[in-house]
């Protein structure tokens, strides 16, 4: 394995944006196995065998090595699996805001963030085999530089935090050329339309999301929102999303998806579902209620009138009657999502978008 494409972009960017360590001997390799107590992905060790660890655009992600010239070792690494939907084998990556990047027992790649010790765990399904999620993740990486290998002011807000979303539209087609079966490609470039306004054309991006990471939730809670978006139209994909979404996580942080549940089925009009969503999020937060009147209250006194608005509106998805709120709920879908983020008690309010690495 000669990992071409990852050789030409060593030799073509700019010093620094790729730096790699010195080959690993078979020795070292086999060290590192007994140290992490299981054989090294084939790939993974060859490509060792002439990179041993690399960081990647200013440690924006860092490859670990295994021999004594690595920068990061592998098994210092923290091998905790997360919990069992993660299914990770090997942690071999990690980012300076604390994701790593591990191996499937089937060779795929996630993309661990959070802990299941702070119920705030998202795993992720990045890339399909190693050569291929290294060379997306470079594809995608290299658009926010310039030919000096310094930050493209062009491609950040102005205030320099977050990525532009034609940017990070950009970003995202181009690693999916190289990648297409990465989950968290498809849905970033959905974040991305969105960003841009462009909702429709954010769903099937979702959806192809969602198809290839059904286990997350996270894809179909943004495919939902999108659908939501169309108002009564798209208020039955909208509900199938979200129901899906609280399918796929348990116990109480599933509570907020099926509150988005029941405003999509107030909306929709469909009674059953209706109490079936809000059965739900009542027995997996059982204090929602109130927590939901405090955000109302909260929003009212920023004099927001969209935060008031979606505080209101979550708040009558799980208390109004049927049929009394579906003029309301038409409104405030068609305003869109507020552009700032904000999370009362867990309940989610806006799509995320990238953030400067």
């Known amino acids: 394995m000669f990992f071409d494409r990852f050789r030409d972009a060593v030799s073509r960017l700019p010093d620094g944006l790729i730096r790699t360590g010195p080959p690993a001997s078979p ?8 140290a992490v107590g299981r054989a090294l992905p084939p790939t993974f060790a060859s490509f060792l065998q002439s990179f041993d660890g690399v960081d990647l655009f200013h440690e924006s992600v860092v490859i670990a090595g295994v021999g004594p010239g690595a920068g990061r070792r592998l098994f210092d690494l923290d091998q905790s699996p997360g919990s069992g939907r993660a299914g990770a084998a ?35 399904l990045a890339g399909t085999e190693y050569t291929v999620w290294l060379d997306a993740i470079i594809a995608h990486e290299r658009l926010l530089f ?18 532009l979303p034609r940017v990070a539209l950009r970003q995202a087609e181009k690693a999916l050329r190289l ?10 470039r959905g974040v991305a339309l969105r960003r841009l306004g462009r909702d429709d054309d954010a769903r099937p991006s979702f959806r192809r999301a ?14 939902g929102r999108a659908a ?20 796929a996580e348990p116990g109480e942080a599933g509570a907020q998806f099926w509150l988005w549940g029941a405003r999509a089925a107030l909306l929709l009009g469909a009674p059953d579902r209706l109490e079936e969503c809000r059965r739900e999020a009542r027995a997996r937060a059982p ?15 920023s004099e927001d009138p969209h935060e008031v608005a979606e505080a209101q509106a979550l708040l009558d998805a799980l208390e109004k009657a049927p049929g009394t709120a579906r003029a309301r709920l038409v409104v405030v879908t068609e305003a869109g999502p507020s552009q700032k983020e904000r999370s009362s008690e867990g309940v989610p309010t806006r799509t995320r978008s990238r953030r400067r690495p």
Not at 287 to 301: G, I, P, Q
């Open 27 to 34: 020795g070292d390799v086999a060290q590192a196995e007994a």
């Open 90 to 124: 090997l942690v071999f990556a990690e980012t300076p805001t604390g994701d790593r990047f591990a191996f499937r027992g089937d060779g795929a790649i996630l993309r661990l963030r959070g802990s299941p010790a702070t119920s705030d765990e998202e795993v992720w």
């Open 146 to 163: 310039d030919a000096d290998g310094e930050f493209s002011p062009d491609a950040f807000e102005p205030d320099g935090a977050e990525i």
């Open 179 to 188: 990648d297409p079966g990465s989950a968290e490609l498809h849905h970033e």
């Open 210 to 223: 969602a198809d290839l990471d059904p286990g997350n939730p996270w894809p179909w809670f943004e495919l």
């Open 228 to 247: 939501l978006e169309a108002g009564v139209s798209g208020a039955r994909e909208a509900l199938e999303a979200f129901e899906q979404a609280g399918r």
């Open 287 to 301: 204090e929602l209620a109130a927590a939901l009147h405090r955000a109302r209250d909260e929003a009212a006194s």
